[in-house]
């Protein structure tokens, strides 16, 4: 591993068997509250897109909100909450989405991205990613460009990744955990 990823792993705190038995709950919370960390979480999602004309952030609620405002500060663009059904008080879009025990919806505000706006999704964690997958297609809904899917972490064993990588888009992680 690299300085930075050795950093960044350091940072995370790992709860076992939360929120069911047998899962790994990888907290970024920790690293939230680390200055340095924090920063070069920020600064590494955020290097490949700087001058290339990225439009908005959007970032899914909750841990998204945090790492998606700290790159859309970086990046001089507007930031895009996507959020659970019912807490936008505008017109909004939604999109239903699967999980592991029934179904979910997500919404953002219907103005929140022109067609064709250079668009950068972000969360802390991209897992089975159902709720990425979820967030890309409500942005096309609108016709977002997406440019890229970031998160610090990847558990890869749960292919979320891939199924954003099926969709066309770029997906750019910091560190990856086995397992889940």
């Given at each position: 591993?690299?300085?930075?990823?050795?950093?960044?792993?350091?940072?995370?705190?790992?709860?076992?068997?939360?929120?069911?038995?047998?899962?790994?709950?990888?907290?970024?919370?920790?690293?939230?509250?680390?200055?340095?960390?924090?920063?070069?979480?920020?600064?590494?999602?955020?290097?490949?897109?700087?001058?290339?004309?990225?439009?908005?952030?959007?970032?899914?609620?909750?841990?998204?909100?945090?790492?998606?405002?700290?790159?859309a500060h970086q990046l001089s663009t507007g930031f895009v909450p996507i959020r659970k059904k019912?807490?936008?008080?505008?017109?909004?879009?939604?999109?239903?989405?699967?999980?592991?025990?029934?179904?979910?919806?997500?919404?953002?505000?219907?103005?929140?991205?022109?067609?064709?706006?250079?668009?950068?999704?972000?969360?802390?964690?991209?897992?089975?990613?159902?709720?990425?997958?979820?967030?890309?297609?409500?942005?096309?809904?609108?016709?977002?460009?997406?440019?890229?899917?970031?998160?610090?972490?990847?558990?890869?064993?749960?292919?979320?990744?891939?199924?954003?990588?099926?969709?066309?888009?770029?997906?750019?992680?910091?560190?990856?955990?086995?397992?889940?």
């Amino acid at each position: 591993m690299s300085t930075l990823e050795n950093e960044l792993v350091a940072a995370i705190r790992n709860i076992p068997d939360y929120p069911k038995p047998g899962v790994m709950f990888r907290d970024i919370t920790t690293l939230l509250g680390n200055p340095r960390a924090f920063r070069r979480a920020v600064d590494e999602l955020v290097h490949p897109y700087a001058g290339i004309g990225i439009s908005k952030v959007a970032g899914i609620e909750a841990r998204g909100f945090i790492l998606g405002g700290a790159m859309a500060h970086q990046l001089s663009t507007g930031f895009v909450p996507i959020r659970k059904k019912g807490k936008l008080p505008h017109e909004t879009v939604r999109i239903a989405y699967s999980l592991e025990y029934g179904v979910d919806e997500m919404e953002m505000h219907k103005d929140a991205i022109k067609p064709g706006e250079k668009v950068i999704l972000v969360d802390d964690l991209i897992a089975t990613g159902g709720t990425a997958e979820a967030a890309v297609k409500l942005l096309r809904q609108i016709g977002a460009d997406i440019v890229a899917a970031c998160f610090v972490i990847d558990l890869p064993e749960l292919g979320g990744r891939k199924k954003l990588e099926a969709l066309g888009v770029e997906v750019r992680t910091l560190v990856a955990f086995d397992g889940h």
